[in-house]
């Protein structure tokens, strides 16, 4: 069974860093194209990294250069680092796994998705 569960959310101080952690079970991270999602209270599911079986990686404008998305093979875990964290990168984050992804990786269209764990940024 296809399974990806997160973890690793929490409350954090605005600036500060978290690393949420995605464990893959029942498939083979590396051969699948993965990615990470969030959802802000009463807002619709935002794209925040994804990483292809080649080990590249895209990002949206908003979090370039502050979110590094990263794949551990041997650990089949799929991470997010979040650093320099803003009040408006508080939301539920998703996990997301597909092993074909025949649309933009940056579209909520992904088959196998995780139950969310919960960041919130605040001082």
């Known amino acids: 069974q296809v399974q990806v569960v997160e973890s690793g959310g929490g409350l954090v101080q605005p600036g500060g860093s978290l690393t949420l952690s995605c464990v893959a079970s029942g498939f083979t991270a590396r051969a699948y194209y993965m990615a990470w999602f969030r959802q802000p209270p009463g807002q619709g599911r935002e794209f925040v990294a994804a990483v292809r079986p080649d080990r590249t990686t895209y990002y949206p404008g908003g979090v370039k250069g502050r979110f590094t998305i990263s794949r551990d093979d041997d650990e089949n875990t799929l991470y997010l680092q979040m650093d320099d964290l803003k009040p408006e990168d508080s939301a539920m984050y998703y996990c997301?796994?597909?092993?074909?992804?025949?649309?933009?990786?940056?579209?909520?269209?992904?088959?196998?998705w995780g139950q969310g764990t919960q960041v919130t940024v605040s001082s």
């Open positions: 997301a796994a597909d092993p074909r992804a025949l649309f933009q990786l940056s579209q909520p269209q992904y088959q196998y």
